[in-house]
């Protein structure tokens, strides 16, 4: 199954782009990728998700390379709420029946 | 509200004892997950259904159960078998379809066992 591979801390300042990269490099090409946030002791977020094109909405955007083999998370203007743990997630198909494959995550920090 | 509800919240149990997860949806959806997290780690599939009467194990399906008798509901059984059963337990669920659909996950379960 695809796998994905994220650093795992990253720190940023309130106000700024957080820049959230994530490597699938074997994914398949129907496979989409997922970003998910997780804050302390609840359940993921749903945040954005894409297949080959760049994609946007109102928490963030997803940019991913023209070979499909990463991806990068994009949070405009961090604030402190932002601060949790990001998956970057891969959805594999096998036999009609669908799972996600979530990474080991990127503990962001937004900084004041 | 259209949602995943798991319950309890905080489950406390004795070694050797089985123990049933709760996982309720009613967003109409037709598949149900269950993952495992332990502290610091990320999400690791435990069992999921596609359809009623029917589910795969995920991969780390040993020392547990599942079952799916009713669209709606996908509960999970931590066994005696399972030789860490202490950790944070959080149920999914989402449409089936080859297009694109996030899932949505319910608040969790911390199971500890002594």
């Known amino acids: 199954d695809a796998k994905t591979t994220q650093p795992p801390s990253m720190d940023c300042a309130e106000g700024r782009a957080a820049n959230l990269p994530c490597n699938h490099s074997t994914i398949s090409g129907n496979e989409y990728v997922y970003w998910y946030r997780q804050i302390h002791s609840q359940g993921p977020q749903y945040i954005i998700h894409g297949l080959k094109n760049n994609e946007t909405n109102e928490m963030a955007s997803l940019i991913i390379t023209e070979d499909r083999k990463s991806s990068t998370l994009i949070l405009p203007h961090a604030t402190l709420r932002d601060t949790a743990v990001y998956y970057c997630?891969?959805?594999?198909?096998?036999?009609?029946?669908?799972?996600?494959?979530f990474g080991t995550g990127t503990r962001l920090k937004v900084l004041a | 509200d259209g949602g995943i509800t798991q319950s309890p919240k905080y489950l406390f149990r004795k070694e050797g004892q089985n123990v049933t997860l709760s996982c309720e949806q009613n967003?109409?959806?037709?598949?149900m997950y269950w993952y495992r997290q332990d502290p610091g780690q990320g999400l690791r599939l435990i069992y999921y259904?596609?359809?009623?009467?029917?589910?795969q194990k995920g991969d780390i399906a040993e020392g547990y159960s599942v079952s799916r008798e009713k669209k709606e509901s996908f509960p999970l059984t931590v066994t005696s078998a399972q030789k860490n059963p202490t950790a944070f337990y959080l149920c999914?669920?989402?449409?089936?379809?080859?297009?694109?659909?996030?899932?949505?996950f319910g608040p969790g379960t911390r199971l500890t066992v002594t």
């Open positions: 259904s596609q359809i009623v009467n029917d589910f």
């Open positions: 999914a669920s989402s449409i089936t379809s080859r297009s694109s659909y996030e899932q949505y």
């Open positions: 967003l109409n959806h037709d598949a």
């Open positions: 997630i891969v959805r594999v198909e096998r036999s009609g029946t669908y799972k996600y494959i």
